[in-house]
DNA sequence: ACTAACATGTAATCTGTTACATGATTGA
DNA sequence: TCAATCATGTAACAGATTACATGTTAGT
């Protein structure tokens, strides 16, 4: 997931290390601190699988900086993520999230769309949270408290997703449906 | 987390460990499977430091069941973890909802709400999600429509999460503040 | 002199995933 | 007989965390 929130800020343009963990951090609200530990093998990672270009320069501050690139195999790498998450990223509300940040990115409204589809068709499954022995749990059966607190705010949760995914898909703006399937 | 998931499950009673699986699974709604490489490496590292106590049982319908008990060690530590949960069990939704599924188990309701005053206080801190630059980010001025969105579903969750606490918390039927801290 | 921000990395450790490996019972 | 459910584990690998390790520049 780290890979591809860098994938997705390089997208915009080349960063070094150092500005690269601030954008990654901003896309979780800066409630996920990057750790060099994690950071710096990840993009050796990327490189070496040749998505990311490196050029060095010096610092502006300290010491030299390693300006990272997407080349060309980055951003096509990152493309095919985008249009086919793995099912967890669609499952994962965080992992879901990152790769929201940098949908648009994707040149076809369709594409867009037929992964928001496939959010807003995960959150409308019965069978998740709010379901228990094949029928849906109501908060009023739920004797303690703090379980009835995490189904009340998994229920606005959901909702106010589902409010919005639809609004995008077909009450939006822009007309129904988009370019379509 | 999944070792606070266990010992919080086994709180309940003892159980064998294909059906702490589904306990534990049934936590995050049937949204994370929980795999057996994760699910018997976790349970035998609680078994080596002694928090729960295994002994086996001729299996219902196939191989020999593994009967797993929390033991008083077991609970001690259970109880510790969610009187003084760690920055990021308050910080990382999935991980607070672990703790709030078992926190009735905290025996004083002063314990139980001091959890939830930090959750209320982290929700409440300027300077995440919805901060950028020291001031808050309002939607009309993010251009991207599913950065857009991700920040609106983002506040919706935060509404509903603080709304509950704050019933909770000084609102609710038990009258405010609970037992005081 | 010290601290914060800039800047990059490695090593040990932990936790989790997927795939592999085994084996019994129940129902179609 | 074959698939599903019950039941438990290991091995290889992936990814993340914390702590360690180094070095500069700017402000107090």
Known sequence: ???????????????????????????????RPVSDGSLYPAINRLVKRGLLSRHSEPGA??????????????????????????PHEITDSSRFFTVLAFLSLLPDTAGQHAVLRRRLEFLETPASFFYED??????????DPYRRGMLLTARAVNRAEVAWLREVLDGGPDGPGGSGS
């Open 134 to 143: 094949e029928r849906p749990l109501r908060a009023e059966e739920v004797e």
């Open 1 to 31: 997931m780290l890979e591809l929130a860098i994938l997705g800020s390089l997208a915009e343009g080349p960063l070094h290390g150092y500005e690269l963990r601030r954008r990654v951090e901003r896309l979780s609200g800066h409630t």
């Open 61 to 86: 501050a300290a010491t030299r900086r390693h300006v990272l690139t997407l080349n060309d195999a980055g951003r096509e790498h990152l493309l095919e993520r985008l249009r086919d998450p793995a």
